[in-house]
T-cell receptor, first 113, second 109 residues
Framework: EPEVTQTPSHQVTQMGQEVILRCVPISNHLYFYWYRQILGQKVEFLVSFYNNEISEKSEIFDDQFSVERPDGSNFTLKIRSTKLEDSAMYFC???????????FGQGTRLTVV | GESVGLHLPTLSVQEGDNSIINCAYS??????FIWYKQESGKGPQFIID?????DKRQGQRVTVLLNKTVKHLSLQIAATQPGDSAVYFCAERDDKIIFGKGTRLHILP
């Protein structure tokens, strides 16, 4: 069964460093998303991406964040200068359209120290 | 503000019994809802969805009910098993998915 894959599964970084979280969406999907989940809290929307541009972003997705689809298979989230409060699980999701089910990856646990 | 939410943070159910997890939403224009299951350390897993033109939808051991009058939906799990232990989120989708806070389901032996 096709699935969304994310790498790495766990990333530890020092405050102020840049990190890139990687995702390979399901191959025929066109809509891509990043979410984050701080430990014990709900899953929060960060950004949606379609047709090589951002469709929508939340207040969390400030200038420190960027997304890119550098080739036909990868979808990345970059945090330019990490802060302690960026520590969370980051989930990538993809879907064929905006109005049916979306599938999530297993997440990358980001720990900023 | 948040448009979907769950009534209870934790639900404990005897193994073999039926589980009912409730959710309320505030946006009467919402027309597509999804239930996700999240096991510890994993991503949200799609369980079942329902559109606003339906009142009920059934899957394997799961049923979702939608009451548009009171803006309420529920997830029913029949014959709850240990593998059902997880956090369950109701979510609304209009392109992006808006998650509620989640209910943790505990299965008692």
């Amino acid at each position: 069964e096709p699935e969304v894959t994310q790498t790495p599964s766990h990333q530890v970084t020092q405050m102020g460093q840049e990190v890139i979280l990687r995702c390979v969406p399901i191959s025929n999907h066109l809509y891509f998303y990043w979410y984050r989940q701080i430990l014990g809290q709900k899953v929060e929307f960060l950004v949606s991406f379609y047709n090589n541009e951002i469709s929508e972003k939340s207040e969390i997705f400030d200038d420190q964040f960027s997304v890119e689809r550098p080739d036909g298979s990868n979808f990345t989230l970059k945090i330019r200068s990490t802060k302690l409060e960026d520590s969370a699980m980051y989930f990538c999701a993809s879907g064929t359209d905006p109005y049916t089910e979306a599938f999530f990856g297993q997440g990358t646990r980001l720990t900023v120290v | 503000g948040e448009s979907v939410g769950l009534h209870l943070p934790t639900l404990s159910v005897q193994e073999g019994d039926n589980s009912i997890i409730n959710c309320a939403y505030s946006n009467s224009a919402s027309d597509y809802f999804i239930w996700y299951k999240q096991e510890s350390g994993k991503g949200p897993q799609f369980i079942i969805d329902i559109r606003s033109n339906m009142d009920k939808r059934q899957g394997q051991r799961v049923t979702v009910l939608l009451n548009k009058t009171v803006k309420h939906l529920s997830l029913q799990i029949a014959a709850t098993q240990p593998g059902d232990s997880a956090v369950y989120f109701c979510a609304e989708r209009d392109d992006k998915i808006i998650f509620g806070k989640g209910t943790r389901l505990h299965i008692l032996p």
